[in-house]
């Protein structure tokens, strides 16, 4: 961000009036099965692609937060005639000003997904705890400022087959969560939505979950990821896409393909844009994005990021410019589409779908901190220290005394009072069950080789905790800045808590 502190005020003023008249994108607003430009009101169809270089870097990388990098890439896109780009994972706690800027002065949005490697919801082993949901927030706090901001992913694939479907139960509950969240702490309405991964057996259990139910438990649009069409000597009728788009078309909210781009034939001519963008599909789809910008080993890229930091365009870069170079949709006008269909069904509980209608709770940093005050028996420094271990050390208690109050199942919708803890809060709390009542508070039941140790409860009891909320403490101005600011009151007394700002994670 360009520091004008130095400037006097009516030149600092000129300079801001400047900068918003002249870059300012217009959000994007939903209405009925369209995106709209929310003053020009017509009709936004998503012309993307996915934005995640990293072959180059080491470890986790956020795109976002290399100016350089965004303005030579930037560039390279608008001359693709794009308007979009996904991005997978970033960093809340490191400045996003500079490209979200050369974003918006490129004419392009941003669609962000929420979760991380690091904090997501694992579709075999389902948990929702505090570690994401902080993450989250602090994600939506450093981004809910830009006006290019389209939207937000709640959820990326997490069910992917007919076996990990009670982890919807869970994605559903992060998304009940931030919508409420944005609706506090954003100037706008910013609308999150759901991708999924075209799974044919669950394709239509997913698409109509996540439309049903209480309004804040339903996405704002909904993203597939399609691979189907697969070369050119495939057609609309022939590749699948028909068949998606009448299974979409009495859908209640927008939908777009958030992946597209099917690689088994290279180079690739990307014959489906004619359908995407053409006809075919306009009446029902609001655009895709295509996977992906940079080569990376799964071979998706349009451009080649040398070691150098210089770009090399290819093949299908060329191709997709091609492709797209005549295709200009332009839909209905906001004012005049009038169109609304109910939302879904939700879908029935069967064996190969299995959530339970009985979502998890919020979670609470608040209720963990207060009830970890009153322990007498608490994970040791060199039990937290091992994080890897953590599980194993919670299996070993669990088979030792109840683990009820920690656990949650999102089949039977039972959800232990601190089930959103995080790991060595829930390993201390158990150490602390065991002491006071097998071990009857006697202190050599309070080691357990060491993961263990005794503290001076600030606390007599945990009673009261369990219902303890965090508040938010962000305010609703602001361009972008992380604001982590959480704090909950007890016994009159207001506790400031520290967010997770840090995303540190591998590639997708």
């Not at 028909?242 to 781009?261: C, H, N, Q």
Request: aromatic residues 10%; contains cysteine; neutral net charge.
């Amino acid at each position: 961000m360009v520091r004008l502190t130095m400037l006097p005020t009516l030149a600092l003023v000129a300079a801001c009036s400047l900068t918003s008249s002249t870059l300012a994108l217009n959000p994007i607003a939903i209405k009925g099965t369209k995106f709209f430009d929310s003053v020009s009101k017509d009709q936004f169809f998503l012309k993307g692609v996915a934005y995640q270089p990293r072959t180059l870097s080491t470890g986790f990388s956020d795109p976002l937060s290399k100016p350089a990098d965004c303005k030579r890439d930037f560039a390279l896109m608008k001359d693709l005639g794009l308007n979009t780009i996904r991005v997978y994972q970033v960093d809340p706690s490191l400045n996003h000003d500079e490209c979200m800027k050369l974003l918006e002065s490129s004419g392009m949005y941003l669609l962000l997904d929420l979760a991380v490697p690091k904090y997501a919801i694992v579709r075999n082993n389902p948990e929702y705890d505090i570690s994401i949901w902080n993450n989250v927030r602090s994600t939506i706090d450093a981004f809910k400022g830009y006006s290019n901001t389209l939207g937000f992913f709640v959820g990326n694939e997490v069910t992917n087959d007919n076996k990990t479907t009670v982890a919807s139960g869970y994605v559903k509950a992060l998304l009940r969560d931030t919508k409420n969240y944005i609706s506090t702490a954003a100037t706008r309405k910013i609308p999150v939505g759901y991708a999924n991964n075209d799974d044919p057996d669950i394709r239509l259990q997913i698409q109509a979950y996540f439309n049903c139910g209480k309004d804040e438990e339903r996405i704002d649009f909904f993203g597939i990821n399609l691979y189907e069409w697969c070369g050119a000597d495939k057609t609309y009728q022939t590749s699948g896409y028909a068949d998606r788009t009448k299974e979409i078309a009495s859908y209640s909210i927008p939908v777009f393909l958030s992946e597209f781009g099917c690689n088994t034939v290279t180079p690739r001519t990307f014959p489906e844009v004619n359908s995407i963008f053409g006809p075919d599909m306009t009446n029902d789809w609001s655009g895709g994005i295509v996977y992906e910008w940079s080569q990376e080993d799964n071979n998706y890229g349009l451009v080649q990021i040398k070691p150098d930091n210089t770009v090399t365009l290819l093949p299908d870069y060329k191709n997709l410019k091609t492709a797209l170079s005549t295709l200009h949709p332009t839909g209905v006008k906001m004012d005049a589409f009038n169109k609304q269909l109910p939302a879904s069904t939700c879908p029935a509980i069967t064996s190969s779908w299995e959530p339970s209608a009985t979502l998890p709770p919020t979670p609470s940093s608040a209720a963990c901190d207060c009830v970890v005050s009153s322990l007498g028996c608490v994970a040791s420094d060199q039990a937290v220290a091992t994080t890897e271990s953590l599980g194993t050390l919670l299996n070993t208690i669990c088979g030792m005394t109840s683990c009820d109050d920690i656990s949650s199942n999102g089949k039977t919708g039972v959800y232990g009072k601190y089930s959103f803890c995080s790991p060595s809060q829930k390993l201390s709390y158990m150490y602390n069950q065991y002491y006071t009542t097998v071990g009857k508070k006697a202190a050599a039941t309070c080691s357990f080789n060491g993961m263990a140790k005794l503290a001076v409860a600030a606390k007599s009891s945990d009673q009261g905790c369990s219902t303890v909320k965090d508040t938010n403490a962000g305010t609703k101005t602001g361009t972008g800045n992380v604001n982590s600011g959480a704090a909950f009151k007890y016994d009159g007394v207001l506790f400031s808590l520290a967010v997770l700002l840090t995303a540190s994670v591998v590639g997708v």
